[in-house]
């Protein structure tokens, strides 16, 4: 009898250890809830919602297209797609870590009275904008098809690890930021503004093949392949936009980084090895700070 | 006692109070710039608290606005860090320490109740299982597709508590929420809580609402400039609240002695026999001794002075009164007396009883001084809920 009581007690300990665990635990099922939460929150009242997130990159890209395509005149042939190719995973990366550097403080309110695993704030905003970016992508896919670009082949394999690294990055980088942003709160105005000049650290506007060639000139190209992004926005011109040259003046340039593949998965691994370190140390220093997010607020 | 669920050891919490917090980079260069507005004060909110809670209990945690009681169940929430100390909770917490937090007033109901309960730790599958039942207690009915934004602030508060009740949690705190809903409201969480105390699980929670302490608690815990003040019975716990907020001496007696019209009353000691040393213990049937110190000061206008000796039981009820008779007065003559006062049969009292003393102008009965005295005696250790214990008989037929 007595130990029945005793085997009992200890089920019920292992039970409640179980349970409390459950509630320290990310779940997916969490995450969704509050990617869907921002989602109908930010697109609620307005008549054609979440279509507003694709009228910015098409703003976006048409504005880029009429003065670099028409006014500069920059010969690159389909340069809409090659556009589209880079803005869009450079896009969801900004408003990623942008939308997760405000989001701890954002959620002060539940911060404070309610005990939940922190993580899932940035980790939520990053699902924001990787669902706005999915949709964008799909409408991008649909457009080269329709405009007779031709983008079959294996190239199209890149995609997957392209969009593997833009995730796996924007998410280090947004948990470092929205736990640094809680002690100081400079961290989002200095990360819109970073942003700002990251966009021009990439190939988006101009063609990475004639950056390739000026800093081949000084040996320092490898350099260009330490932001992630980089590779994120090259490797995928190279999946979709597959057109490695263009012609100015009767001469062959080249567009894209490169023509074959080595360097995409070379760079691909630099990118993978730096979001894994950035990770560790993003971990590191959000569970430092998370412990006095309610009092910080 | 019951397995403990609840450890807390050594906690300390301090906050670092800056004139301004220097939450910006230019602010924390200025600051480490010019030193001197670095004089940031430090305050202890909670001040060396040990704690531990056992499966089952029903703990009010009380004190004055301020004393800590809030740091205290934001710790064991587990929201808040403590500075030093362990904390140790076992099984699923489920915290209402605001109406509704969390909330997001542009979502409805329904999508409340899903996020809520997902922060809180419950699967869809659970509250698929459990929505019906949560719209239910929270007397929202169709309004639950409604934005919560549209929500009196008592709504706001029945479907937070509806949601944390759902949960299933192994451990609720609750922190002064329930004074919001009406009155029937109140009672059907009243009836939920006495749910969860007899289905074992653990209650704490903070109010201001003294008589639900008495009522519902199995303990109550005082919090006064965070130190833990009383730990044990709830109605001794609320009289020591009351002691601490001086709302438990309508005629302002001190603890501490005082002159008044020229008397000071030095002491007052509750023993088996006459001069004893003080008890801890009277059994019924047997005298108690009441020995008093007044002072009479030198002074004009000093009169002779009735003493009055009040059994005070928890909650400083006025339960039996002795007093010196006519010709056994204190006289209007300088000097110290001492008086013995003696109640020859002591009543089945149940619980532990303090002494009030105060003089009474013998002539006209109007109060001169009074001083209440904290050292408590047991009379008999009873089932609680009435001062009197008597033998009764009892007859049941079908």
């Not at chain 1, 263009?246 to 993978?272: E, M, S, W």
């Not at chain 2, 019209?261 to 509750?270: H, K, Q, R, T």
Request: charge should be neutral; hydrophobic fraction near 50%.
């Amino acid at each position: 009898m007595a130990s029945q009581t005793v085997s009992e007690a200890g089920d019920r300990a292992a039970l409640a250890r179980s349970r409390a665990a459950a509630q320290g635990r990310i779940r997916w099922e969490l995450l969704s809830l509050l990617v869907r939460k921002d989602l109908k929150v930010k697109y609620q009242g307005s008549a054609i919602g979440f279509a507003w997130s694709l009228a910015n990159p098409l703003i976006q890209m048409a504005i880029y297209y009429v003065i670099f395509s028409k006014v500069l005149d920059n010969h690159i042939p389909a340069y809409a797609i090659y556009l589209m190719a880079g803005l869009l995973p450079f896009s969801a990366f900004s408003s990623g870590v942008v939308g997760a550097s405000g989001s701890v403080v954002g959620s002060a309110g539940l911060v404070k009275k309610v005990s939940f695993p922190r993580l899932v704030l940035p980790l939520s905003a990053v699902g924001f904008a990787l669902v706005q970016f999915l949709l964008q992508f799909v409408l991008l896919l649909f457009i080269v098809a329709v405009s007779g670009h031709d983008f079959i082949g294996w190239n199209l394999l890149l995609i997957v690890p392209a969009v593997a690294l833009l995730v796996a990055f924007t998410t280090s980088l947004s948990i470092l930021v929205s736990a640094i942003n809680v002690r100081w709160r400079d961290t989002s105005h200095f990360v819109e503004i970073a942003m700002l000049v990251w966009f021009w650290a990439n190939p988006i506007l101009y063609a990475g093949g004639l950056v390739k060639d000026k800093l081949n000139a000084h040996g320092v190209f490898w350099l260009y392949f330490l932001n992630p992004m980089a590779t994120v926005v090259s490797t995928m011109q190279r999946a979709i936009y597959k057109e490695p040259y263009y012609t100015f003046q009767g001469k062959a340039k080249p567009l894209l980084v490169d023509a074959g593949y080595a360097l995409y998965v070379r760079n691909l691994a630099i990118g993978f090895a730096i979001s894994a370190v950035l990770l560790l140390l993003a971990r590191a220093v959000f569970n430092r700070l998370q412990a006095d997010f309610a009092e910080d607020l | 006692m019951a397995a403990a669920v609840i450890t807390a050891s050594g906690v300390n919490k301090r906050y670092v109070m800056h004139g301004r917090k220097a939450t910006a980079l230019k602010e924390r260069f200025v600051q480490s710039a010019k030193r001197q507005v670095g004089a940031a004060t430090e305050f202890y909110a909670l001040k060396d608290i040990d704690v531990v809670i056992g499966a089952g209990e029903t703990v009010g945690l009380i004190g004055p606005n301020g004393a800590g009681k809030s740091t205290l169940l934001k710790i064991l929430a587990g929201i808040l860090r403590p500075t030093s100390g362990v904390v140790d909770v076992q099984g699923r917490i489920a915290s209402l320490l605001e109406l509704g937090a969390g909330f997001n007033a542009e979502l409805t109901g329904r999508e409340n109740v899903y996020l809520n309960a997902a922060l809180l730790g419950l699967s869809k599958k659970e509250v698929d299982r459990l929505f019906d039942s949560i719209v239910e207690f929270s007397e929202q009915g169709p309004r639950i597709d409604d934005p919560v934004k549209h929500y009196s602030s008592g709504e706001y508060v029945k479907l937070g508590f509806a949601i944390a009740v759902h949960v299933d949690p192994d451990i609720l705190l609750i922190d002064e929420v329930l004074a919001v809903g009406d009155e029937a409201f109140a009672r059907k969480c009243l009836a939920k809580i006495a749910e969860f105390q007899q289905a074992g699980k653990t209650i704490l929670f903070v109010t201001h609402a003294l008589d639900l302490v008495e009522q519902l608690c199995t303990r109550g815990i005082v919090v006064d400039h965070g130190m833990i003040q009383y730990d044990g019975d709830p109605a001794f716990a609320v009289g020591t609240l009351r002691k601490i907020l001086g709302t438990d001496r309508p005629a302002g007696a001190p603890l501490e002695p005082e002159e008044i019209g020229g008397m000071v009353i030095e002491d007052a000691v509750a023993s088996t026999r006459v001069g004893g040393a003080a008890t801890d213990r009277v059994r019924p049937g047997r005298s108690l001794h009441v020995r008093v110190l007044v002072d009479v000061l030198q002074g004009e206008g000093l009169v002779e002075g009735e003493v009055q000796v009040v059994v005070m039981g928890a909650g400083d009820i006025p339960v039996l009164a002795l007093r010196t008779r006519p010709g056994g007065h204190v006289p209007a003559v300088p000097g110290r007396y001492t008086v013995d006062l003696q109640l020859p049969d002591m009543p089945p009292l149940v619980g532990a009883f303090i002494l009030g003393v105060s003089v009474l102008d013998a002539a006209t009965g109007q109060p001169i001084t009074a001083r209440r005295f904290d050292r408590a005696f047991w009379v008999l250790d009873g089932p609680r809920g009435a001062l009197l214990h008597l033998p009764t008989t009892a007859k049941v037929r079908a």
